[in-house]
C-alpha cells in the first residue's frame, strides 16, 4: 500500500488569533510563506506551546518536531528542505508512516517495515533491508537532529516493556550508526506502552504497537544556515 505522506496543519495557530479557512489552503500553500506566518505569531512560543501540551499526552514524536519552531523565512527554509526529505523517505520504504509536521518530520515505522517479534528487539531481515533505505536519505540529509522513539504492545508488565521499548529504539540507532551515520545524531527513548496505534486486543493490532517513530529536526546548522539564506 502506498505510504502516507501528509503535511500537518498547525491547527493550533487559532490560540493565537491566527484561523486557517481549510485544509487545502494550508496544503497548497507553500513551506516558505507557512514559516513567515509562524513567525509573524510569535512560531518560536507557538511550538513550545504545542510540544508540551503533546507531550503531556505521551507522543514524544510529535511533541519533539512542533517543540521547536523557528518561524519566520528561516522557517520556511527549513521547511523547504524537510518536504525534500520526506518525500525521499515515503518513496524509499514501503509501509513508513511519514508525516511533515511544522518544521520537521515524524515517521513511524510499524511492522510492515520494522517488525519486532513479542518480547525481542532484534531487528529481522526485512527491518535492516527497510533501514538502508532510510541510511541512503539521512546521508543526504547531516544537518539533522533524529530521536528514535521505541514502542511495545501491552503484553507484559509495565516495567518490563519499558526497558524493551528502549532495547528496541536502540537497535535502530546501532544499527544506522553500524552503517556510517554519527551516533552523535541520534537519541533514543522507550515509551513502553504508551500512545498505542491500533488496538491490543488484537495479535494483528498487537504487531502494529511493536514500532519504532522518528523525530526529524533541523539542528544547529540546518537553522544557522538557514537564517543566513533568510537575510540574502
Do not use: H, W
Amino acid at each position: 500500500m502506498k505510504n502516507r505522506f501528509t503535511i500537518v496543519a498547525l491547527a493550533a495557530l487559532t490560540l493565537l488569533g491566527t484561523t486557517f479557512t481549510s485544509c487545502d489552503a494550508v496544503k497548497n500553500s507553500n513551506n516558505t510563506q507557512k514559516g513567515a506566518g509562524i513567525g509573524a505569531v510569535a512560531g518560536a512560543v507557538l511550538g513550545g506551546v504545542l510540544g508540551n501540551n503533546i507531550g503531556k499526552g505521551g507522543n514524544g514524536a510529535l511533541g519533539a518536531v512542533l517543540g521547536g519552531v523557528v518561524g519566520g523565512v528561516a522557517g520556511g527554509v527549513i521547511g523547504n528542505k524537510m518536504d525534500k526529505q520526506a518525500r525521499e523517505i515515503d518513496n524509499a520504504i514501503p509501509g513508513a508512516d511519514v508525516e511533515r509536521v511544522g518544521e520537521g518530520i515524524k515517521l513511524t515505522l510499524n511492522e510492515n517495515a520494522v517488525r519486532f517479534d513479542t518480547n525481542k528487539s532484534s531487528l529481522t531481515t526485512t527491518a535492516k533491508n527497510n533501514l538502508d533505505k532510510l541510511v541512503t536519505v539521512f546521508n543526504q540529509y547531516p544537518d539533522t537532529d533524529i530521536v528514535i522513539y521505541g514502542y511495545t504492545d501491552s503484553t507484559g508488565p509495565a516495567d518490563f516493556n519499558l526497558t524493551l521499548s528502549q532495547q528496541r529504539a536502540a537497535s535502530v540507532k546501532t544499527y544506522l550508526a553500524g552503517k556510517g551515520i554519527s551516533s552523535g545524531r541520534f537519541t533514543v527513548q522507550g515509551m513502553g506502552i504508551a500512545d498505542p496505534i491500533a488496538s491490543n486486543d488484537t495479535p494483528d493490532g498487537r504487531s502494529k504497537n511493536r514500532r519504532v517513530e522518528f523525530a526529524i529536526t533541523a539542528n544547529e546548522k540546518m537553522i544557522q544556515d538557514a537564517e543566513q539564506e533568510a537575510k540574502q
